[in-house]
Every structure is written in C-alpha cells, then in structure tokens.
C-alpha cells in the first residue's frame, strides 16, 4: 500500500496491484485485497487486480471483482519487457469474462498484432502492448492494429457502444 499515495498525488488515474503480493502476508492489514482496493479508491484512482501466468483465474474472488474496477491478465512474468506471450493464459481471460461480463478485462504482456486477437476473442477489453508499438517502426500502425482487432471484437460481442 507504499505507492498508493504517491501514484494518486502524482496525478495517477489507475493503480493495479499484483493479487500474489496479498499472499506473502495474508493475515495483514496491508496485505488484504480488499483493504487495498479500498485505499485505491479512496485515493480518487481506479483499482485493478492482476494476476500473473502461474495463478489461478479463481483467486480472483466475487468480492475482489466487485470492488475493483478491472482484471488484469498478464500473459507474460512479470519482471521485464519483450517476453515471448503465454497462449496458456488466454483461458484466463475468457475464463474471468464469463464470470465477469461488465468488468474491464485487461491483458498484458507479449500483446501485439499478433496475439491481441486471441485475448480480445476471449473477452479482453483494455491491452497494454509495450514493445510492441515502442519497438515498432511505425507505431501509430501498430496502434490501429490493435484498436481494429479489439474493436472487431466488441462488435462481434455487442458491447462496442
């Protein structure tokens, strides 16, 4: 809960937290989800819950999801950039989408023209593709490939408004 109120007095709109962090201390304060959502919150930021490729779509608990404001999936470990993505965890995905429908579902890590389709098939709404676009060329390009590829999608769903 260090970060919280620096990233909101930096004038951060968002804060995602790993889900595995709560684990090392389950019995602190400090280390609860919901606590944490809630001095997300209270902070004026939205909260996000991410889950790393090794866990579990069903930690992710009813009560956690009906706190936080979306799910993050990370396809790849967390730790640094340009990793090769984990097709594993697109189930997760789809896996909290069905479970989740209204949530903002998140995906990242190895997210480029190439996967995005896949997670946004599976429910994801919201990527983050680092090396992807900063690695890119062109990367305005790479950034309607992906806006095209998760657009096409919600449409197919209907719930592009």
Known sequence: MRWIDDVAGAGG???????????????????DPLAIIDRIH??????GVAISPDTPSEKITDSIA?????????????GRGGQKFIDACVVKIAELRARFPQKDI?????VGPKTVKPCAEAGSNVVV???AVFGAPQP?????????AIETELRKAGTLT
């Open 66 to 78: 009906a706190k936080a404001d979306l799910l993050l999936v990370m396809t790849v470990h967390p």
């Open 129 to 131: 593709a680092g090396t």
């Open 13 to 31: 709109a968002s804060y995602t937290f790993h889900l595995e962090a709560c684990f090392q201390k389950p019995d602190s304060a400090d280390h």
């Open 42 to 47: 209270a902070s004026g930021m939205r909260a």
């Open 106 to 110: 998140q995906v990242d890590g190895g």
């Open 140 to 148: 305005g390009v790479v950034i309607q490939e992906l806006k095209h």
